[in-house]
């Protein structure tokens, strides 16, 4: 029970920043096309493809959100 809701509080925290800096964030299609990559990784069965996939899209949206909250934040 206390693991659920240490999960719960920070996904909650977690969407609340995505939702503040998404329509901030550019080059949206960047991320289309990163998830087509995930997906197809997976439907070539490809485990460390995949993870690569994986890495590289939600490193790539953290640096791009840290860094326009960073802009915005002075």
Partial sequence: ?????V???H???ALR?????LDKV???EDAVLEHRA???ALL???PEGARR?????VFRFRDLVVGRLRKEGG
């Fill in 1 to 5: 029970a206390f693991l659920e809701s």
């Fill in 7 to 9: 999960l719960d509080e």
């Fill in 11 to 13: 996904y909650m925290h």
């Fill in 17 to 21: 920043i995505w939702f503040l800096a």
């Fill in 26 to 28: 550019s080059h949206l």
């Fill in 38 to 40: 995930i997906l197809e």
């Fill in 44 to 46: 070539h069965r490809d």
């Fill in 53 to 57: 996939a994986v890495e590289a899209h």
